[in-house]
């Protein structure tokens, strides 16, 4: 089977690139910029003719969450159009499509972990973005998938685990929000949720389809838990580490308001394609490991 991945440098798409050789007979082909840029539709429609791919999986966004507030039109194009335009060039090829989506879809009033039924109402400019890049591909084309994550981390890119290890260098204190909470998730995990899904349709061409999920790590903190963690393991492991002091979010003010609890609930996913993500704390602690061992 042979799925067409967007983005080449993204956390998910490198990780996807990584967990790939253990799920024999899926074939990943990245295309990103500049032969193929959210921001301009025939690039797309071209890539998907030329690739001729069974899965079109969409991993590249405009994921600067603070950014898209004073850069609505971009965000919008290649979070929301963009996500229309590959769903359409998908159907027009025979392809299905894998949408990535996010848990600031949600306001974060409510006190549960969201189910996927859940009223949707984003309270930023990429949230919103998201969920019309949501709808957009349901609209598109009846053979899709959607999967909704949080709080992504991995070895790669930009992420919170390499921000804290980095400010860690050269700070001995640092404050965390304490009063926004949801489910932490490596790339890695997510890359072995999806491979097992495409797995899946080797022997169950059907199976699932033309629904949302939530696949997100085990588990759930605030960020300020999720930055004790991080130095916990550095420190164990003799790494950077500094003292973390909970703030309210009212003491951390953004360009972007931030959902205060966004977990989300993974049960749907498990139950249809059978794969448990790790809890968060064991994700965090292997990728915190692998980061200083590389160093
Ligand atoms: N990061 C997170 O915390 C979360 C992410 N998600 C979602 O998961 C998915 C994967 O996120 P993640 O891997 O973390 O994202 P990253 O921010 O790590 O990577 C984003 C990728 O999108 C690419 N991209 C951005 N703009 C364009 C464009 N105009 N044309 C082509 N490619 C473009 C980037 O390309 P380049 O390398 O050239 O810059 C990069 O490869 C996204 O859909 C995101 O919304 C959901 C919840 C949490
Ligand atoms: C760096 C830092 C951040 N914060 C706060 C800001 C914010 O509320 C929270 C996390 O900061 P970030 O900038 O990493 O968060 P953010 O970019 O909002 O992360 C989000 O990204 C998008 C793409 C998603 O889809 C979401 O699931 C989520 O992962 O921590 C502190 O309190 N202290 C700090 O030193
Ligand atoms: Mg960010």
């Not at 074939?27 to 959210?38: A, H, I, K, N, S």
Request: net charge neutral.
């Amino acid at each position: 089977m042979k799925i067409l991945v967007t983005g080449r440098a993204g956390q998910l798409a490198l990780s996807l690139a990584e967990r790939a050789s253990y799920f024999p007979g899926i074939e990943l082909v990245f295309v990103g910029r500049p032969e193929l840029d959210l921001e301009d539709p025939t690039s797309l429609e071209r890539a998907i003719a030329g690739a001729r791919p069974d899965v079109v999986l969409n991993a590249a966004a405009y994921t600067a969450v603070d950014q898209a507030e004073s850069d609505i039109d971009t965000a919008r194009k290649v979070n929301a159009e963009a996500a229309g335009y590959l769903g359409r060039a998908a159907r027009a090829a025979g392809a299905r499509m894998i949408q990535i989506s996010t848990d600031y879809v949600f306001d974060g009033e409510a006190a549960e972990p969201y189910s996927e039924d859940a009223a949707i109402a984003p309270i930023n400019i990429y949230g919103r973005t998201k969920a019309e890049g949501e709808a957009a591909v349901r609209e598109a084309l009846e053979e899709h998938i959607i999967v909704r994550t949080s709080w992504v981390f991995s070895p790669f890119g930009k992420n919170f685990v390499r921000t804290m290890l980095s400010v860690a260098q050269t700070r001995e204190t640092l404050t965390v929000v304490d009063d926004q909470i949801g489910c932490p998730s490596s790339a890695l995990d997510l890359a072995d949720g999806i491979l097992s899904m495409i797995a899946r349709w080797q022997r169950d061409p059907r199976h699932g389809l033309g629904r949302t999920y939530h696949l997100v790590g085990g588990g759930s903190c605030s960020w300020a838990d999720f930055a004790r963690q991080i130095f916990a393991t550095s420190a164990a492991h003799g790494g950077p580490t500094a003292q973390v002091t909970g703030v309210r979010s009212a003491q951390w003010p953004t360009p972007a308001r931030r959902p205060r609890n966004s977990r989300l609930d993974t049960s749907r996913f498990i139950e249809t394609f059978g794969y448990r993500p790790p809890h968060w704390r064991d994700a965090t602690a292997q990728v915190v490991a692998r980061l200083l061992a590389q160093n």
